[in-house]
C-alpha cells in the first residue's frame, strides 16, 4: 500500500496493491494489519456506509462534535471530488481544505481522522461511494458547513452547474 501525505497533518491519500490480468483485478480494500503498518494507525471500525449519488450531487461538509468519526472513504463506482477541512482550532492548518479525485479507476481512498469536515461531489454520470467509521452516526452532534462558504472557498469543479443538496446540507452554516 502506497501512503501520501497531505497539506493537512493526518489526512492520508491510500493507494493499494493491485493485482490485475486480462481477467480483471484482485486488492484487499482494507487489511487492519497492513493499514496500520502503513499509517501508524490503529483504528476499530464500527460502522459502513455506501452511498449512491448521481453527477453534481455534493454531499457535505459533515463533521460531529462529539463521536467524531474517522473515516475511511474510496469510490467502487464512478469518479468524485473528495474535500476534507480542518475544522480542529487547535491545528496549524485550521479552516483549510483539500481536494483529492477518488475513482473507481484509480482506487484511491483517503483517511479522514476524527474531528474533520467531510464532503464530495460526484463527477461521473453516477459514483458509489462507501465510508468505514470509527465510531457511529449521532445526529445530535453532527455539523454541516455550507458548500460554497466564501471563507474557505473550496474551488469545487462544477463547470458553471450547480450542485444538488439535500435539504440539510442546504441549510450549511459559515465556517
Not at 36 to 60: C, E, I, M, P, Y
Not at 88 to 109: F, V
Request: charged share 20%.
Amino acid at each position: 500500500m502506497k501512503v501520501t501525505a497531505t497539506a493537512i497533518a493526518d489526512v492520508l491519500v491510500l493507494e493499494p496493491k493491485i493485482f490485475g490480468d486480462d481477467r480483471g483485478f484482485f486488492f484487499e480494500s482494507f487489511n487492519a494489519r497492513v493499514f496500520a503498518q502503513a499509517t501508524g494507525l490503529n483504528v476499530t471500525f464500527v460502522q459502513d456506509n455506501h452511498s449512491k449519488s448521481a453527477r453534481h450531487v455534493l454531499r457535505g461538509l459533515h463533521y460531529q462534535t462529539q463521536q467524531a468519526q474517522g473515516k475511511l472513504v474510496r469510490v467502487v463506482s464512478g469518479e468524485v471530488f473528495d474535500v476534507v477541512v480542518d475544522v480542529r482550532p487547535e491545528s496549524p492548518t485550521y479552516g483549510k481544505w483539500i481536494g483529492e479525485i477518488l475513482s473507481a479507476q484509480n482506487h484511491r481512498q483517503m483517511w479522514v481522522p476524527p474531528g474533520l469536515a467531510h464532503g464530495f461531489l460526484v463527477l461521473s454520470e453516477t459514483a458509489e461511494f462507501l465510508y468505514k467509521t470509527t465510531d457511529y452516526y449521532a445526529p445530535e452532534f453532527e455539523r454541516c458547513i455550507a458548500w460554497n462558504d466564501k471563507k474557505l472557498n473550496i474551488d469545487w469543479p462544477l463547470s458553471g452547474a450547480m450542485p444538488s443538496l439535500s435539504a440539510k446540507d442546504a441549510l450549511g452554516h459559515a465556517f
